[in-house]
């Protein structure tokens, strides 16, 4: 969405759904923030709205979403959200790889976090599409 406002998740899948009524809407997300999401801006509308695919981090221990889940089954119901709630764990190795590290990673330009996040071509859509505030300008070029 282009807004001066914050850009929360829940407006960009509205304007999705606004776009494509019938269409059934997935957002993909980590583990992390699966467990967090009933912290999140008017998540029990993103419970209606989307079908939650969980990828699963890397961890010491596992915690109560893991446990009893095998991969592709549905993923349980997380404290404080609506039993709506519809999540599968999706099919991948386990990754310690996140939005939030690559948007830090951005943010600070450090260039060798970014080169073990991002492909070449990855960071180059960011930069030319300005995405989570990225200035080119400013940061680490984007050729390979």
């Known amino acids: 969405l282009d807004s001066p406002e914050p850009s929360y998740t829940v ?32 998540h029990e509308k993103l419970t209606e709205i989307a079908t939650f695919l969980v990828a699963k981090r890397i961890t010491n221990t596992r915690t109560e979403v893991e446990k009893g889940v095998k991969i592709g089954e549905e993923a349980p119901v997380q404290g404080g959200l609506s039993s709506k709630c519809r999540a599968k764990w999706l099919d991948l190795p386990p990754t310690e790889l996140s939005a939030t590290a690559v948007r830090q990673a ?24 300005r995405l989570y505030g990225f200035d080119p300008t400013e940061h680490i070029s984007t050729h390979d």
């Open 11 to 42: 407006k960009s899948l509205q304007a999705l759904r606004a776009e494509y009524p019938e269409a059934e809407l997935f957002l993909v997300l980590g583990q992390d923030q699966f467990e967090r999401l009933h912290t999140w801006h008017a």
């Open 106 to 129: 951005l943010a600070s330009n450090d260039t060798p976090a970014l080169k073990g996040l991002l492909q070449a071509q990855v960071l180059r859509y960011i930069a030319e599409h």
